[in-house]
């Protein structure tokens, strides 16, 4: 096989850079794909422009879980009524009984870093009712939160657990709040000049991290029991 690869050619981009670089990381790499893996609860659907009815309600409680594809021209233009929800660990995905109300809802998971490609494809247009991000109050949560709000603006909300003050100052982890410390520096200081803000328990939220030392998982929501 030649080194020639016409531009039409449907081998994938990485195997093109193997078969020019010997490195499926050389050159252009990133994939033209993303798979969202999400849950539905209460009933809640997504229609495409083209009349395509998702009902991820029914997929969730026949598989587990669901997947929506980014990527496709024309296959990833879907819409809900309901509310959209981010979240960043597993065990916040895999049990959703913290879940405020009995509303339908969509809830996304992703890890770590939160892709470009998501925050595209939610800017794009308006996806849900609303969209809430539920991280963890931490460095990178905050960086992730403040990629999306620049992009979503008001449509965006960051979500706070019920007595999550408490909860950071007997549960708070110093080291974690240390190993995103750059990041939630950068992240505060953006947030705390950013001129359109809209919301205030964001600010106190940072206020009591840094007067603290202190970052907090999101798994302490089940803890309100204990307090």
Same mark, same amino acid.
């Given at each position: ?24 990381? =050389? $050159? /252009?790499?990133?994939? @033209?794909?993303?798979?969202? &893996?999400? #849950?539905?609860v209460?009933?809640?659907t997504?229609?495409?422009d ?16 669901g ?22 660990n597993?065990?916040v ?6 879940l405020?109300?009995n509303?339908?809802a969509?809830?996304?998971?992703y =890890? $770590? /870093?939160?892709?470009? @490609?998501?925050?595209?494809? &939610?800017? #794009? ?16 949560g ?29 549960y ?56």
């Open positions: 096989m030649g080194s020639r690869v016409e531009p039409e050619s449907p081998v994938p981009q990485r195997a093109i850079n193997i078969l020019r670089q010997r490195s499926s990381k =050389s $050159g /252009q790499h990133a994939h @033209s794909q993303t798979y969202i &893996l999400s #849950k539905g209460n009933g809640v997504w229609i495409r083209d009349g395509e009815i998702l009902y991820l309600d029914r997929q969730t409680q026949r598989q587990g879980a997947v929506i594809t980014l990527g496709v021209v024309g296959k990833d233009d879907w819409v809900t009524e309901g509310t959209l929800w981010l979240v960043e597993q065990a995905f895999d049990n959703l009984d913290w405020p109300d509303s339908p969509t809830i996304i998971w =890890s $770590g /870093q939160l892709q470009n @490609s998501i925050v595209e494809w &939610l800017a #794009k247009r308006q996806r849900a009712s609303s969209v809430l991000i539920f991280p963890d109050y931490d460095g990178v905050l960086q992730n939160y403040l990629k999306l709000k620049l992009r979503l603006k008001h449509q965006l909300r960051l979500w706070l657990m019920p007595s999550w003050m408490k909860k950071l100052k007997q708070g982890n110093n080291q974690l709040w240390r190993n995103s410390a750059n990041e939630f520096e950068s992240a505060a200081e953006q947030i705390l000049t950013y001129a359109d803000f809209d919301e205030p328990e964001v600010f106190e939220l940072i206020m009591a991290m840094q007067k603290t030392g202190l970052a907090l998982e999101q798994e302490a929501v089940w803890l309100f029991a204990l307090l």
